[in-house]
């Protein structure tokens, strides 16, 4: 652990205002990506499994793509050269430091004409101002309120408000307002996965489906059970809503701003299997797959190592203490019924006791256990919506950052197929030269000049996951470390008040006990 701590890659500027129209997220990827290479002092090898090009070859590519972006007048951007010049700087970090600067300096040009970087990037920078900046760039308020239910019967459903307030000029107004239904939130999520799972983001997973819950809402709605249910699913889906929105890189999605801004969707479909075991059995199903690889995956980046198996006992752990809280939430449950029980025992012995001074204390210690038992109930509650519920929710943030890590993987494993098929097509091409067939050669080249190309962009897609990786899961254990840090204290002072208010009740109580004569 102490080696991971070491190879820690440096944090990524997000201090930069997101410009109104920029929608494209292979982009804003490619630009992250750029700064974090750019910034990093400490560069990690990774094990390719193949032999890699040559650096000299790389910079052909390059001047070949400088050469015709300048034919046409204008100065090249595409996610491909992006890409390809980080590509070039991860084969030079295996050189020699005077091949690095020869590198460099061949490079300067290129980088001028597709992206300078600023001076405070090149400044390593501590994760409080990166923190207190990113709160700048991205100032989203999103809240989930007032849910109502619409329809009758089985075909009933809750519609939920859902407010925005920004500063951002990419949306339309500062403040607006929209009612989603459940569904609408599944379908937000199922559209972010298909675009974004793939270049390494964590998605934050939504609630879990609840068929019984929803069942007891269509049937009684004021039913003491359906409002916590429907309290519960609101504080969750606003947790969802506020994690999505404060991510810089789902925030500048298209499906976001529509979902936040317009004001009829279209029905969301297919979201039978968002279920929060539907959820669990994706998440298996992905890591079933990467472990059944023809290939596996030799993996030397000590870091990647480390960090995985980190995720994997903090999963564990985490589902320990879920299960003890629980438990601990239906012990204050069960504290509450007993309370109310002795404070209705108790109240009834006064009414049937002779004595004055007797009677009027036990009527006045009834009274006190009815207080505690709507204390029982409030630490109840914050046991529940406030430990329990942020335990839940990592549970699940942990099953998307493991899907990032296998994504990873997969880009490997098709970088490794491609190099495969391109050895086997140089091998058929060998063969048609020893046979003397020169009809069939021309299509030998063909195919393998397109491996060429597939194998170069499938090294780029991995590079580029893998940077992606490393950026999200150091914001994720950011992220968790302030999350975790605001709801504990909040814990704490709830239950410190909880605990004051109980000793004025007893205090208050305490002449009258000593009043009996």
């Known amino acids: 652990m102490a080696a991971s701590s070491d190879r820690n890659p440096p944090p990524f500027p997000t201090t930069e205002e997101p410009e109104p129209g920029q929608t494209d997220m292979a982009e804003l990827d490619s630009d992250e990506g750029e700064d974090i290479f750019v910034n990093n002092s400490n560069p990690v090898s990774v094990s390719r499994g193949v032999s890699q090009p040559e650096p000299p070859d790389l910079f052909s590519e390059e001047e070949e793509s400088n050469n015709s972006a300048k034919a046409n007048g204008v ?47 090149l400044q390593p920078t501590s994760l409080e101002q990166l923190e207190e900046e990113a709160k700048d760039s991205f100032d989203v308020d999103v809240a989930v309120t007032n849910p109502e239910k619409v329809g009758d019967g089985m075909n009933a459903y809750v519609a939920y408000k859902v407010s925005t307030r920004t500063s951002l000029a990419m949306f339309r107004s500062k403040a607006f307002t929209v009612r989603r239904r459940f569904s609408d939130f599944l379908g937000l999520y199922e559209k972010l996965s298909v675009k974004q799972s793939l270049h390494g983001c964590v998605i934050p997973p939504p609630p879990e489906k609840s068929v019984v819950g929803m069942t007891k809402v269509k049937v009684g709605m004021d039913d003491p059970a359906s409002v916590e249910f429907v309290e519960r699913r609101r504080a969750a889906l606003e947790r969802y809503l506020q994690r999505v929105v404060s991510h810089p890189s789902l925030l500048q999605d298209p499906d976001v701003r529509e979902f936040l801004e317009r004001d009829d969707l279209p029905r969301a479909v297919n979201t039978q299997a968002l279920s929060g075991a539907g959820f669990l059995k994706m998440i298996n199903r992905a890591s079933d797959a990467v472990n059944k690889m023809t290939i596996k995956m030799n993996e030397s980046d000590t870091w990647f190592e480390d960090k995985f198996q980190e995720v994997e006992a903090e999963d564990q752990q985490l589902r320990k203490l879920h299960a003890v809280v629980d438990s601990l939430v239906n012990h204050r449950k069960e504290l509450c019924m007993n309370t109310a029980v002795f404070a209705k025992s108790m109240a009834m012995l006064g009414n049937s006791e002779d004595n004055t001074a007797l009677s009027r204390a036990l009527s006045q210690l009834a009274e006190v256990e009815d207080k505690m038992e709507q204390l029982h109930q409030e630490q109840a509650g914050s046991d529940f919506f406030i430990f329990a519920e942020l335990l839940a929710d990592y549970i699940r943030l942990l099953g998307a950052v493991r899907g990032c890590f296998d994504q990873r993987m997969r880009a490997w494993q098709r970088w490794q197929e491609a190099q495969s098929t391109l050895q086997k097509k140089r091998e058929a091409e060998a063969k048609l030269l020893w046979a003397n ?40 254990e950011k992220e968790k470390a302030k999350d975790f840090k605001s709801q504990i204290i909040k814990y704490l002072e709830a239950m410190l008040q909880s605990q004051q208010r109980l000793i004025k009740f007893w205090e208050a109580f305490l002449p009258e006990a000593k009043a009996i004569a």
């Not at 300096?105 to 990037?121: D, E, H, K, Y």
């Not at 597939?454 to 996951?465: A, G, K, P, S």
């Open 75 to 121: 100065n090249s951007d595409d996610d491909s050269d992006l890409f390809a010049e980080a590509h070039v700087e991860l084969s030079t970090d295996k050189s020699s430091s005077s091949s690095r600067k020869e590198l460099s300096t061949s490079s300067g040009p290129r980088q001028a004409s597709s992206f300078t970087p600023s001076p405070s990037v």
């Open 437 to 476: 067939k020169p009809d069939k050669l021309q299509q030998a080249k063909e195919e393998i000049t397109e491996w060429e190309a597939r194998v170069t962009q499938y090294e780029r897609d991995f590079d580029r996951i893998g940077m992606t990786v490393r950026k999200e899961v150091l914001r994720f």
